[in-house]
């Protein structure tokens, strides 16, 4: 096949989402998004496509890191962002059903969720300062990271440099 447009370059893509596109198997792979420079397919990732149709609705505004891909149609295509870092400030835990922490909100109010065993692993309080590293969703009700990797950042009091576990790595 020839390639009769490529998607310019655009690292951050918001837009209204207008219809969603369905595979052979009758799952969700991804949506059709309008944008100022007009309509754009946005496909998902396979690992986060349940998630991220379960996050939008028809109508819905998305803002998200997109990645550009190979466009045989007559619009851009893009890729939903895989991967995404983000810092901030723990304002307060999230607890899962059974209540064990699962997540922690941010001062600039991202919930950056985490299984609990990993919780349980970095030690996180309200007050540390973290970067977490995964894949970045928007949803009906926060932007989610689904972290792979934290880090924290800050020293604790009486804590020395090169003391204590700062950096967790998990799924």
């Avoid at 307060?92 to 600039?108: I, K, P, T």
């Avoid at 919930?111 to 349980?120: D, G, L, S, T």
């Amino acid at each position: 096949m020839s390639k009769k447009k490529s998607s310019a370059e655009a690292p951050h893509l918001a837009g209204e989402v207008v219809a969603f596109n369905i595979g052979p198997k009758g799952e969700i792979e991804g949506a059709m998004i309008d944008t100022p420079g007009g309509h754009i397919q946005l496909n998902f990732p396979r690992q986060h496509a349940h998630a991220l149709a379960k996050s939008m609705r028809v109508g819905s505004r998305i803002e998200m890191d997109v990645t550009p891909q190979k466009s045989d149609g007559d619009h851009a295509v893009y890729l939903a962002g895989d991967e995404a870092k983000v810092t901030g400030t723990i304002k307060r835990l999230n607890y899962a059903l059974h209540g064990e922490v699962n997540g922690y909100h941010l001062s600039d109010s991202t919930f950056v969720h985490v299984k609990p065993e990993r919780a349980r692993a970095y030690h996180l309080v309200v007050g540390d300062r973290i970067t977490a590293m995964g894949h970045k969703r928007t949803g009906l009700n926060a932007t989610i990271v689904d972290a792979k990797r934290v880090e924290r950042l800050n020293l604790r009091k009486g804590e020395k440099i090169g003391q204590g576990e700062r950096s967790y790595e998990g799924t």
